[in-house]
Nanobody, 115 residues
Framework: QVQLVESGGGLVQAGGSLRLSCVAS????????VGWYRQAPGKQREFVAR???????DYSDSVKGRFTISRDNAKITVYLQMNSLKPEDTGVYFC?????????WGQGTQVTVSS
């Protein structure tokens, strides 16, 4: 089917930047959109950003102006560029893809922002 694998998480100081990557394999061209979600300990998973096949993007209000979602030319990898990071951005970030009635999730990558 489809597999999504995230990478790029780590520890960064407040105000710093990280870039996350999501590599897709399988029937990848059936997926639309691809997005990012995050989950902090004790909290529900929340939407962060998504990108559609035509290039249109959508962001959570909490990350607008700071995060940018993009996709490579081959549409194999989706990126999340995170700038001006805040401690409240800390959490496990998951790549997500929708393919018709199916949903696919990556394993998650930890992002920790220190104050």
């Amino acid at each position: 089917q489809v597999q999504l694998v995230e990478s790029g998480g780590g520890l960064v100081q407040a105000g710093g930047s990280l870039r996350l990557s999501c590599v897709a394999s399988g029937n990848i061209f059936s997926i639309n959109p691809v997005g990012w979600y995050r989950q902090a300990p004790g909290k529900q998973r929340e939407f962060v950003a998504r990108i559609f096949s035509g290039g249109w993007t959508d962001y959570s209000d909490s990350v607008k102006g700071r995060f940018t979602i993009s996709r490579d030319n081959a549409k194999i990898t989706v990126y999340l560029q995170m700038n001006s990071l805040k401690p409240e951005d800390t959490g496990v970030y998951f790549c997500h893809g929708r393919g018709g009635v199916n949903e696919y999730w990556g394993q998650g990558t930890q992002v920790t922002v220190s104050s």
